[in-house]
């Protein structure tokens, strides 16, 4: 309800909420079907039973007609369903895909410790079934309530009153519905435990197994490198494994739920009717009140049956939640994190002032442990300053700088997001021409042709000059260095007044390197420049240099986030407890 409630409760949200009554209302309407065929069954058999051609054929009647509604009805209900599980989903995962897609918390949630690994899965396929379920579990499980109240009051006065051992007993088949259903749910919730917790393990293991192809595919060209394919194959073979036995577990206990269940399904229709037979034979009821007092039975059954029924969907449905409220919290921690403001946080002041630096800052790691002690630098327009050292703590600084890495604490100097750009060792390459590449984060078409080619050509790419409108991909098209290149150019193109590079040259021999450092300043002589990491070419192009060392020991710096962490190992209570309980199996 906390993540999802707004699709309905949030202002000018009309038309959903709408739609979920005129769902239900359809949903009332199918009952109501079902009452009418119910008693179209005792006025047919009361037909037969009297022979009257005429009655019977006004039955006929009266079925197409009730079979032409649960047409319209089924038709209706089927088509706004599914237009409120898809709206549903579509809203959801625009939510969730926004907030993790948003000031790098997409990158700062991937760093906090927890169980939201794989956070594609979790929004293509998670999300998919707790929405499309929920709407099915509470679709049936309000359809069966229904049934249970008014089939319950039509089992009821059908059964009138039975002798046992002296006492008359008002209701009595409405009794037996309860203890039949009982028994079957009873049978089939101690077979069906151990399939609800195969269900989630083989959820799991299907979730690892993707992942473990998509770090495939991107390490293409390491495993080629190396080698590896043997390696992959059999890691991949044994993820694959781990399914097969989930897959097993799984198959075992349908197969033991559906043993059960086709024997209950078919006593389910004969039961009511052996039981009423003395009362039928007796004279005290109509061939037709025996037929509708076996039909009220089994819907009355069925519908106290709907826990066990829906376990498994039950099972899968929550356990996709989890992960989507997993990976949400990721989320909201990282950005509740990156707000943090005063003497134990990193405090970004984009004033007016062209000036880039940090003063007495601080980073940590993100479990809150000291990395770089206090630090003070400033790089003035048209400066050129070098920071390596210890690369784990250059390429933290890296990230402050950038703004993306929300540990620490101290000031933290920068000017406004359009007047500097940040490169790391691979740059960002969207999706489309190479002319969009090279013009991004600005509008396509923002520079002419000869710009585009003149900048390809400085920085030695002239061969790509012709192909500025070729669509493809071009991060898999051209190499490291190449891309490295290309950053160059879009810097010359874009003329930021202060430029950050982390690693960004790291893959050019030190000659080509020290060329583009020389080319920025050459062509953008008041922008200043700071090189964070282990530079290829020579430090002598630098103003200045500036050596970090790491902090050794774990010394803890920020309490607050050390605190978050620790409690986030510990194992914490969640909803619906009575589900954990079905999901330990046997034993527990």
Do not use: K
């Amino acid at each position: 309800m906390r993540l999802a409630g707004p699709y309905w409760t949030a202002p000018g949200r009309w038309r959903p909420r709408l739609l979920t009554v005129l769902l239900a209302l359809l949903v009332v309407c199918q009952v109501a079907l079902a009452i009418r065929l119910n008693l179209w069954n005792a006025d047919l058999f009361d037909a037969l039973e009297r022979r009257s051609t005429d009655r019977a054929m006004d039955q006929i009647v009266i079925f197409v007609l009730i079979v032409l509604g649960s047409v319209a009805v089924n038709t209706a209900h089927l088509v706004l369903r599914r237009w409120l599980q898809l709206d549903w989903r579509r809203w959801l995962t625009q939510h969730v895909v926004s907030h993790w897609m948003e000031e790098a918390r997409h990158y700062q949630a991937a760093l906090i410790p927890g169980d939201h690994a794989n956070p594609d899965g979790r929004i293509a396929e998670d999300i998919r079934i707790a929405t499309e379920a929920a709407f099915d579990l509470a679709n049936s499980l309000f359809y069966c309530v229904l049934l249970l109240v008014t089939f319950v009051d039509i089992l009821w006065s059908l059964s009138g009153r039975v002798d046992v051992a002296g006492v008359e007993v008002p209701g009595h088949l409405v009794f037996l519905a309860i203890a039949y259903a009982g028994i079957g749910s009873g049978v089939a919730f101690m077979l069906g435990r151990p399939l609800v917790r195969a269900t989630d393990t083989r959820q799991t293991r299907e979730a690892d197994f993707r992942f473990g192809l998509v770090r495939a595919r991107e390490r293409g060209e390491a495993i080629a490198l190396a080698r590896g394919e043997f390696a992959e194959r059999g890691r991949l073979g044994r993820l694959f494994e781990t399914i097969v036995q989930s897959w097993h577990a799984q198959s075992a206990g349908l197969a033991r739920l559906l043993a059960f269940s086709s024997a209950y399904t078919i006593l389910a229709p004969v039961f009511p009717i052996l039981v009423s037979t003395p009362r039928f034979l007796g004279g005290l009821l109509t061939l037709g009140g025996l037929m509708q007092s076996a039909q009220a039975f089994q819907q009355v059954t069925g519908a106290l049956s709907w826990p066990v029924d829906n376990l498994p969907r039950l099972a899968e449905w929550r356990a996709s939640v989890e992960r989507v409220l997993a990976l949400e919290e990721a989320v909201r921690t990282a950005a509740a994190e990156a707000a943090r403001t005063g003497d134990t946080a990193i405090n970004l002041d984009r004033g007016a002032d062209a000036l880039l630096g940090v003063a007495d800052l601080w980073i940590a790691a993100p479990d809150g442990t000291a990395l770089l002690p206090a630090l003070n630098v400033e790089v003035g327009p048209g400066e050129h300053v070098l920071v390596d050292g210890d690369p784990d703590a250059a390429a933290a600084l890296f990230r402050v700088l950038a703004g993306i890495w929300p540990w620490g604490r101290g000031e933290v100097m920068l000017p406004a997001d359009r007047d500097m750009i940040a490169v790391g060792t691979r740059p960002y390459m969207p999706d489309g021409t190479l002319r969009d590449a090279l013009d991004f984060p600005q509008a396509t078409g923002n520079h002419v042709d000869a710009l585009l080619r003149g900048a390809l050509g400085r920085v030695g790419l002239p061969h790509l000059a012709e192909r500025l409108d070729e669509l493809t991909d071009w991060s898999r098209v051209l190499g490291g260095a190449e891309l490295q290149r290309l950053s160059v150019a879009r810097l010359l193109l874009h003329a930021p007044d202060w430029i950050v590079l982390g690693g960004a040259l790291d893959a050019l021999d030190p000659a080509s390197a020290d060329d583009m450092l020389r080319l920025l300043a050459e062509a953008l002589p008041n922008t200043g420049v700071i090189v964070i990491g282990q530079h290829p070419g020579s430090a002598d192009t630098f103003a200045r240099r500036l050596t970090l060392q790491r902090i050794a020991g774990g010394e803890v710096l920020l309490n607050e986030v050390y605190a978050r962490r620790q409690a986030a190992s510990q194992p914490r209570r969640r909803g619906l407890r009575l589900v954990d309980w079905l999901s330990q199996g046997y034993g527990s």
